[in-house]
């Protein structure tokens, strides 16, 4: 399948201050999470952006970006303005990069999924969640007016095959780019190293992850 990855970048984030340009071993945030994503298989990967300094970072570094405006409520709201301005429409598979197990209300964030979908579009989403708290989520998928499933599958093997498949690659960076040797056990574990917790939390299914599609009537 065809798609198009979008990357939503807010530079008012009230956790960390400017957080898009956060300097990463050199690099902005934001152009590192780009140029990972163009690692996959997506025909483009286009920022969204409300600032004029996160384009002007982008653009020195080679990043295909979009300026949004910056008064949208939401970071659907942002990805539906992008969406227009690119000439992308129901036909057009959109992956929207950011994680949604930290909101603090999926409800919430399906709902304004649903209400920027257009009739006939479809809702694609991956994510991971505790094996007790899985059926939670599918129930708050299911529940979303107007959406019915139309895939669903359990991709935890798949993620640790590719955990294990990756590893070295990212034991490699985490030696290169995290300076503090007593730092960089942390950065492993949230690398998802093999041997790290959150690897074994897949490996054991005590972490599960899913993936979905749901079609908006």
């Given at each position: 399948m065809s798609f198009t990855v979008?990357?939503?970048?807010?530079?008012?984030?009230?956790?960390?201050?400017?957080?898009?340009?956060?300097?990463?071993?050199?690099?902005?945030?934001?152009?590192?999470?780009?140029?990972?994503?163009?690692?996959?298989?997506?025909?483009?990967?286009?920022?969204?952006?409300?600032?004029?300094?996160?384009?002007?970072?982008?653009?020195?570094?080679?990043?295909?970006?979009?300026?949004?405006?910056?008064?949208?409520?939401?970071?659907s709201d942002r990805l539906a303005e992008a969406c227009a301005l690119l000439g992308l429409d129901g036909d057009d598979a959109v992956v929207n990069v950011e994680s949604s197990h930290c909101y603090g209300s999926i409800a919430a964030f399906l709902s304004e999924a649903s209400r920027v979908l257009r009739p006939g579009g479809v809702f694609l989403f991956a994510d991971l969640r505790k094996a007790d708290d899985m059926a939670a989520l599918e129930r708050a998928l299911d529940a979303q007016p107007g959406w019915r499933r139309i895939a669903r599958e359990d991709i935890t093997a798949a993620v640790v095959a590719a955990l294990e498949a990756d590893d070295a690659r990212r034991?490699?960076?985490?030696?290169?780019?995290?300076?503090?040797?007593?730092?960089?056990?942390?950065?492993?574990?949230?690398?998802?190293?093999?041997?790290?917790?959150?690897?074994?939390?897949?490996?054991?299914?005590?972490?599960?992850?899913?993936?979905?599609?749901?079609?908006?009537?």
């Open positions: 979008l990357v939503p970048a807010r530079l008012a984030s009230t956790r960390l201050p400017r957080k898009p340009l956060a300097d990463i071993a050199g690099l902005p945030m934001i152009v590192r999470v780009a140029r990972r994503a163009a690692q996959s298989s997506a025909k483009s990967v286009v920022v969204a952006a409300d600032h004029p300094d996160i384009v002007a970072a982008c653009e020195m570094h080679g990043v295909r970006v979009v300026p949004t405006r910056s008064d949208h409520a939401t970071g034991r490699q960076l985490i030696e290169e780019l995290v300076r503090r040797p007593r730092a960089r056990k942390p950065a492993g574990e949230f690398a998802g190293v093999v041997g790290s917790r959150i690897y074994d939390n897949f490996r054991t299914r005590e972490f599960l992850y899913h993936r979905y599609a749901y079609r908006k009537l």
